[in-house]
């Protein structure tokens, strides 16, 4: 059992002074018997000179010997009392001294605790100033951590290593003098540890006779424990006691100091842990870059060496391991499907508490035998839950079993996942999203190509019979003007299937790169159709969601093929005007124009201006047409940015 005070098996007295003062520090003759000897002593040698006188000077005091023995009385009496003067005055002096020792390290201490200096560093220093000052043979000094009931030492001098290490984070209810300094914020004193047949073992072992643990008090609670021990019984004075006092004071205000830049320090590193993962998941919707980047991140900013996420799968019955990032992944991959229930992620999908063990290898329920072989101590895994569902747990492991100890690591874990569950649901739900996407893409392909082509390509079957007809009767000039007409036909239609094709392969479009895909169409666009176009704007665009992106690009496309189509353009202006709230995009040709009063209302084949309008509608924005005979066209579509859709 661990103990800073080397407690007695037995209930311990608390405080075995006697309340006299013994300056010396050793066992004799106190202050206050030699100052009532002083008193005393000349009375009583007075009364026995008087006694003397009387009853035997008074016949022989005209005697030699009498008057001989009266003087060696009177002598023996007056430097007897000139010892005991000379011994107070030594004391006193003695104490004055000690006294101002004191006085000048709690001052030197004063300075220390009051500096920027490493907490331990200052507790070192105010050691050693506080060794010589107490007359003691060691010293430790211990901080207390109240959230987990331990304490450890900071430093110490004169104490074996071992039994530093036998009270290292040591439960303070495990150690009976630290939790009675710690319960009651005072001092508990043992002045003769060896008279005391109950004292614990480890106080014989180190040789120590006698010892304080005083307590280092801020505000009125306890943060640490100083223990001084001798290897010589002794007592404590008044003066001690008040010097620990002072000193505790002094100690326990820097401790505090230290935690609460600590704390403060914590919190700092847990907000820009927090804020560099949600930066990370909330930059991409791809479900392996966002956890890869969230979990390296992870191990950035805590003291864990590996981190893996496991998601539910199969009907919410087992749990898939989706990625393991850190040392040793191949052991974490031993085993990437667990029923829910299974092994540690899965105990923890079935019960919804984290778990966090120091001790992984005697948890038999940690099923993969590679990663306890690889020495990983520390495990920890919680659920992953968006709105009261679980989507996942995370887990970490560390090869240490000090990682994770820190509330503040726990903290940042716990709000990691809260990030992530909504990450893995977003991705989910993204994925849907565009799924949905590539089914309305290709239903929309599908009635262009039974609209527009198979409608052209059943007229050129059906005038290919007539043009045979016409051969037959030979009717050769009806036949040749049919056959411009199909030429007609067929060189718009092939027009139409190289745009399409342009068309598809610009519809795989990475999010972000709209412009790039704007120019590089715009290029083939030129090559094709000879229409110049020229884009206007300050070059830059601003964020965009990815449909709005897929849908700019189609309107864009259907815009130009119109123009290509209809106008007779030669020239073509595409500009794009951006603010915080919105872009607008204009496709200006400078054709012929069209009426719009005079278009039929809906239906074949003339689908293309009703779809750019439903495709710019359909991620909040505005589609609006210009256009004046003989002066051309303007096509201007207007869609909020990313963040700014309600
Ligand atoms: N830039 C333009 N210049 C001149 N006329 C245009 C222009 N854009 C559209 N039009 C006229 O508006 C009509 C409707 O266009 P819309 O895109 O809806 O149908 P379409 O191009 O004829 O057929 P689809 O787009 O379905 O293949 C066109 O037929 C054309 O007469
Ligand atoms: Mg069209």
Request: include cysteine; charge should be negative.
């Amino acid at each position: 059992m661990s103990q800073i005070g080397w407690p007695p098996r037995r209930p311990f007295p608390q405080d075995m002074t006697t309340g006299e003062e013994h300056p010396l520090g050793t066992w004799g003759p106190s202050l206050k018997c030699l100052r009532w000897a002083s008193i005393v002593l000349p009375i009583a040698f007075l009364v026995l000179l008087d006694i003397l006188r009387r009853s035997f000077f008074e016949r022989h005091v005209g005697t030699l010997p009498g008057l001989l023995v009266f003087y060696v009385v009177v002598i023996v009496g007056v430097v007897l009392f000139a010892l005991t003067i000379f011994r107070i005055v030594e004391i006193l002096q003695r104490r004055i001294v000690d006294q101002n020792r004191q006085l000048a390290a709690l001052n030197d201490i004063a300075s220390v605790a009051a500096s920027s200096a490493p907490l331990t560093d200052i507790l070192n220093a105010s050691l050693h100033q506080i060794l010589p000052s107490m007359k003691a043979d060691a010293g430790l000094v211990c901080i207390i951590d109240a959230e987990q009931e331990e304490h450890s030492v900071a430093c110490y001098t004169g104490f074996s290593r071992d039994m530093v290490k036998g009270i290292q984070r040591a439960k303070l209810k495990d150690d009976h003098v630290a939790y009675e300094v710690y319960r009651t914020g005072r001092p508990v004193l043992n002045e003769d540890v060896f008279a005391d047949p109950g004292v614990h073992d480890r106080a014989r072992q180190e040789g120590i006779a006698a010892f304080v643990s005083a307590p280092l008090k801020s505000e009125g609670e306890v943060h640490g424990i100083l223990a001084l021990g001798n290897h010589k019984k002794r007592r404590y004075s008044d003066d001690d006691r008040k010097f620990l006092e002072g000193i505790g004071g002094q100690l326990g205000t820097a401790i505090r100091k230290a935690m609460l830049y600590e704390q403060a320090q914590s919190q700092n590193r847990e907000m820009s842990a927090l804020l560099a993962v949600g930066r990370v998941v909330t930059s991409s919707f791809d479900m392996d870059e966002l956890l890869n980047a969230s979990l390296d991140t992870l191990l950035q900013v805590t003291s864990a060496n590996t981190a893996e996420v496991w998601l539910l799968v199969d009907g919410e019955e087992s749990l898939t391991q989706r990625c393991v990032r850190g040392l040793h992944k191949e052991a974490f991959m031993e085993q990437t499907s667990l029923g829910v229930g299974a092994g540690l992620p899965g105990r923890v999908a079935q019960s919804g508490s984290i778990v966090l063990y120091h001790d992984l290898p005697s948890h038999p329920e940690f099923l993969r035998k590679q990663v306890l072989q690889a020495g990983f101590q520390t495990y920890s895994a919680l659920p992953l839950n968006y709105r009261g569902k679980l989507v996942g747990v995370l887990a970490v492991a560390a090869l240490s079993p000090d990682a994770l100890r820190n509330q503040g690591e726990v903290r940042i874990l716990e709000g990691v996942g809260e990030w992530l569950a909504v990450a893995i649901e977003n991705s989910r739900l993204y994925q849907q999203v565009q799924d949905a996407a590539v089914i309305q893409e290709r239903e929309r392909l599908a009635r262009e190509m039974h609209d527009g082509m198979a409608q052209l390509l059943g007229y050129v079957n059906t005038q290919t019979i007539a043009v045979k007809k016409l051969l037959s009767d030979e009717r050769l000039t009806d036949a040749l003007d049919e056959l411009r007409r199909m030429e007609d036909v067929v060189r718009d239609l092939y027009a139409d299937v190289r745009e399409g094709i342009l068309g598809l392969r610009t519809a795989a479009l990475k999010h972000g790169s709209l412009l790039a895909a704007l120019e590089e169409y715009s290029q083939r666009y030129m090559d094709l159709s000879g229409i110049t176009v020229a884009l206007a704007g300050d070059g830059r665009l601003p964020a965009l969601s990815p449909s709005t992106e897929v849908q700019l690009m189609r309107i864009l496309q259907e815009a130009l093929t119109n123009v290509r189509k209809h106008s007779r353009a030669t020239h073509v202006t595409v500009g794009i005007h951006g603010t915080d709230a919105s872009l607008g995009i204009t496709i200006t040709d400078n054709g012929a124009g069209f009426d719009m009063a005079r278009l039929p209302a809906r239906g074949w084949p003339r689908f293309g201006l009703q779809t750019m309008r439903e495709r710019a509608e359909a991620v909040g924005g505005t589609l609006a047409i210009e256009s004046t005979l003989g002066r051309g066209t303007t096509v201007l579509v207007s869609v909020p940015v990313a963040g700014q859709r309600a």
